[in-house]
C-alpha cells in the first residue's frame, strides 16, 4: 500500500527532560517509541537527560508518549507546532545541529 503525506501536515514537537543516568531504559523507551507509526523522530539523551520526540498528536496523544517514558519521569520543557515540510528541512545534514 502506498502512503503520502502532505507536507503541510501538523506535527508535535516536545521537549524533554527526564531522569539520567539509565541508558538502558532510555535507549529501550526510544525504540519503543520509534516502532509507533505517529511518531516521526524520537531522541533521548540518558547522559544528559534531555530529549525530544516528533510526533502526530493527532494519531497518538501526548499522554500516550509521556506514560511510555514513565519511568524516567519525563517533564515537558518546550513545546513546537512543524509541518512534514518543516521537519524534513531540519533534518537536512546541514541543518541537523542539536542545540
Do not use: C, H
Not at 5 to 33: C, D, M, S
Not at 48 to 69: M, N, Q
Amino acid at each position: 500500500m502506498k502512503m503520502a503525506v502532505k507536507p503541510e501536515k501538523k506535527l508535535t514537537r516536545i521537549e524533554l527532560e527526564f531522569y539520567k543516568g539509565n541508558w538502558e531504559l532510555a535507549t529501550t523507551k526510544q525504540y519503543e517509541l520509534l516502532t509507533n507509526e505517529a511518531v516521526w523522530r524520537a531522541f533521548l539523551n540518558s547522559y544528559t537527560g534531555k530529549g525530544f520526540v516528533v510526533f502526530d498528536e493527532e494519531a497518538l496523544p501526548r499522554e500516550e508518549i509521556l506514560e511510555t517514558l514513565r519511568e524516567l519521569n519525563p517533564k515537558v520543557v518546550g513545546e513546537e507546532t512543524l509541518t512534514v515540510e518543516e521537519l524534513i528541512e531540519k533534518s537536512m545534514s546541514w541543518n541537523n545541529v542539536l542545540a
